[in-house]
């Protein structure tokens, strides 16, 4: 450790110019996870973040909510066994406009439940929905970025019926628009359809027949455009996994192959092998390390400053398993890039002959 600590200060340019390329990959790296699992809450928060395990769905569906039309008849089979255990849900994207400003209009999702059920909302201000045949509707956050605030009014443009805020509940969205919570009876006014798209169920099942029956993230993955919006940010972040090892292993073997003429004086000294190797592993880690912490401490402070319209997500659970996967990486660059120092010569690495 001593030999590794006087090196990395006495070549500080090299070795910062080194950390300074491992910041930049863990930082990209980073920020694209961040966006990654900022775009899935986006897109489908307003389910993840129920107390359903299961939803059941007409059979024929194929996992999609607007494709699926459960009846009254559905329902009391289901909540005669399930109890409050069970919960009908609605789904329909619309568009709204503020009530003084028609001309400013906002897509969002109307999610239709019983404000009794478990399918009912946390509020960070304001009051809860209540099974009320009042206006007064719970929304998302996200609403905020559009202008709205409590006790605001916005108008459904279709029916012309219009509501006010009661309340905010924290960040809920349905395919990248903000959620909107009404209760039954205010749904009404709104089409006097009483069918709905799904149950939802505290309980997993595996099948019912005459249903499909599936499961949150099934859910979830059938929100058009969310498996392939997924698919393509994790594909392009396992690629950068793969390009920094093979440019880190690069970079660590242009700087062990310049102080192959030291290693070489070390092994004629009686050095042995694996110390060398001791020395060059703690030596890349340190450097890795600092360049991790720094990067994820960057990225982390450059989210809290992200306006409301950027869906990014990086939580303390991503960055400590970001920060420990490249610390990995960065030690199997250094073990590739070991080769040279291993089999180096101590006679023909300090100039002498065979």
Do not use: C
């Not at 903000?178 to 205010?186: A, G, H, R, S, T």
């Not at 006097?192 to 309980?203: D, M, Q, R, V």
């Amino acid at each position: 450790m001593f030999l590794t600590i006087k090196e990395l200060l006495h070549d500080k340019l090299k070795f910062s110019a080194l950390g300074l390329i491992i910041f930049l990959i863990v930082f990209l790296v980073l920020f694209i996870t961040g966006l990654a699992s900022g775009l899935a809450n986006d897109a489908g928060s307003a389910i993840k973040e129920t107390a359903a395990q299961t939803f059941v769905l007409q059979k024929g569906s194929e996992s999609r909510l607007n494709r699926s039309e459960l009846t009254e008849q559905d329902w009391q089979k289901f909540q005669n066994k399930y109890h409050d255990k069970a919960a009908k849900l609605s789904v329909s994207q619309m568009s709204i406009q503020q009530a003084n400003n028609a001309s400013k209009k906002t897509d969002i999702a109307y999610f239709i439940i019983d404000a009794n059920s478990f399918l009912n909302p946390a509020t960070i201000s304001g009051q809860k929905l209540r099974n009320t045949d009042s206006n007064q509707v719970v929304v998302s956050d996200k609403l905020k970025s559009s202008g709205y605030k409590l006790g605001d009014k916005f108008k459904d443009p279709a029916t012309k019926t219009t509501f006010e805020i009661a309340g905010f509940t924290d960040n809920k969205a349905y395919s990248h628009t903000p959620v909107i919570y009404l209760n039954q009876k205010q749904a009404q006014k709104l089409s006097p359809n009483t069918n709905f798209n799904t149950i939802a169920l505290k309980s997993k099942i595996s099948k019912k027949s005459g249903y499909q029956v599936i499961s949150q993230q099934t859910l979830i993955d059938a929100i058009p455009g969310y498996s392939a919006e997924q698919g393509s940010l994790y594909l392009m972040i396992g690629f950068l996994y793969i390009i920094s090892l093979f440019v880190l292993a690069v970079f660590f073997y242009i700087i062990n192959l310049q102080k192959l003429s030291d290693f070489g004086t070390l092994k004629a000294l009686g050095t042995k092998t694996s110390y060398l190797v001791k020395h060059v592993l703690s030596e890349m880690g340190i450097l890795s390390l600092v360049s991790i912490i720094v990067a994820s401490g960057v990225t982390y402070g450059i989210s809290l400053y992200m306006p409301a319209s950027m869906p990014f997500n990086l939580g303390t659970t991503t960055l400590l398993g970001t920060g420990l996967l490249f610390l990995i990486i960065t030690l199997i660059s250094a073990l590739l890039s070991l080769i040279k120092v291993v089999k180096v010569d101590p006679i023909s690495a300090i100039g002498g002959n065979n």
